[in-house]
């Protein structure tokens, strides 16, 4: 079976097969290549190239066009502060007033850097042909709403002007439906909603139930509308009480993090395939052989169930040790459910 077949059967639950392997490699890529991460996170090109170079060397199941949270809102007209060898940050967002009577959908083709995550993403589907998932990314609805206005005005909106905060949440989902549109019209297989401010860490579960869990239904039929496989949602930090909501999402696809076992997480998710959950840091601090052991523990905790994608529980540091990758990815290819 090829990388993207794996995927699609563990999607599906299938018992048997291959575990597929997907290491959450995004400016790690970059270091790999020896290229500064400005320039990957800022050329279609460069991310494209890296991407395929880390793919070649580690022989993994995914590549991935994801650049920095900022995108989407630095093309609605958040400023950002770019770093030579870091991630970019938001140096001035937009004003809540500005914000909640703005009504502008940025043009992917067009705007920021979306354009550069499609480029990456059409040469990353033209050159893997067919053999591996190829995953874009938008950002779910709470946290491009955070990254807009910043997490201080945000919260405080939602607290005390909520009809304006959902008014803002539902400009925020057309932008991510835009988006993550134009990335499946390029090529992606489907793009990872990655929404870590919707954690219960950063939001009451109750809210998450009645604000947000709407958002990510809209968002989640608008790509498999637009023919996305399936739709992966990446939720940071403790998510137990809110799996539950997950199915009524839309999900097909759920990242697991490190700080939650994945085998608790079937029981709340029966048929839904789940990803995880490595912790990312020990691909820095860890041994190749701990890496090697907790690959093949987390496999056979899945052993006759299917289901399950071998990965770490969030993005791999930039600078994680590569005989770590590589240990990962050796653990699943010789271990079967």
Same mark, same amino acid.
């Given at each position: 079976m090829t990388g993207l077949q794996c995927i699609e059967a563990?999607?599906?639950?299938?018992?048997?097969?291959?575990?597929?392997?997907?290491?959450?490699?995004?400016?790690h890529a970059a270091v790999l290549s020896g290229m500064p991460v400005d320039e990957y996170l800022t050329s279609g090109d460069a991310l494209a190239s890296c991407q395929l170079a880390a793919l070649g060397r580690y022989g993994h199941h995914a590549v991935f066009s994801v650049m920095d949270v900022c995108v989407e809102a630095e093309a609605m007209g958040a400023k950002t502060v770019h770093h030579p060898n870091n991630y970019p940050c938001i140096e001035q967002y937009v004003s809540s007033e500005d914000a909640i009577n703005s009504?502008?959908?940025p043009n992917p083709l067009k705007d920021g850097r979306m354009p550069e995550m499609l480029k990456a993403i059409s040469i990353m589907r033209r050159e893997t042909k067919e053999?591996?998932?190829?995953?874009?990314?938008?950002?779910?609805?709470?946290?491009?709403?955070?990254?807009?206005?910043?997490?201080?005005?945000?919260?405080?909106?939602?607290?005390?002007?909520p009809l304006l905060f959902e008014k803002l949440l539902d400009h925020v989902t057309d932008v991510i439906i835009e988006f993550g549109r134009a990335?499946?019209?390029?090529?992606?297989?489907?793009?990872?909603i990655f929404d870590p401010?919707?954690?219960?860490?950063?939001?009451?579960?109750?809210?998450?139930?009645?604000?947000?869990l709407q958002r990510l239904k809209r968002i989640? %039929?608008?790509?498999? /509308? @637009? #023919?996305? $496989?399936?739709?992966?949602?990446?939720?940071?930090?403790?998510?137990?009480?809110?799996?539950?909501?997950?199915?009524?999402?839309g999900i097909d696809m759920a990242n697991c993090d490190y700080c939650i076992e994945p085998a608790m997480v079937r029981r709340f998710l029966p048929g839904i395939c789940l990803d995880g959950n490595i912790k990312p840091l020990s691909f820095v601090e860890d041994s190749s052989e701990d890496i090697y052991k907790?690959?093949?523990?987390?496999?056979? %905790?899945?052993?006759? /169930? @299917? #289901?399950? $994608?071998?990965?770490?529980?969030c993005e791999i540091p930039p600078e994680s040790r590569p005989e770590n990758i590589e240990a990962m990815v050796k653990a699943a290819k010789e271990c079967h459910f």
């Open positions: 563990a999607i599906r639950i299938d018992k048997n097969g291959q575990v597929p392997v997907v290491p959450q490699i995004f400016g009504s502008r959908v053999e591996t998932l190829v995953v874009g990314c938008v950002m779910g609805p709470m946290t491009l709403a955070m990254q807009y206005v910043g997490v201080q005005e945000a919260l405080f909106m939602a607290v005390e002007h990335q499946i019209d390029a090529g992606a297989h489907l793009p990872i401010s919707s954690s219960p860490e950063v939001i009451p579960p109750q809210f998450f139930r009645e604000i947000v989640s %039929s608008a790509f498999k /509308q @637009g #023919g996305a $496989v399936a739709n992966w949602l990446h939720i940071a930090g403790k998510t137990l009480p809110i799996l539950p909501h997950y199915p009524d999402a907790e690959s093949v523990r987390l496999v056979k %905790s899945f052993a006759g /169930q @299917g #289901g399950f $994608v071998l990965s770490s529980g």
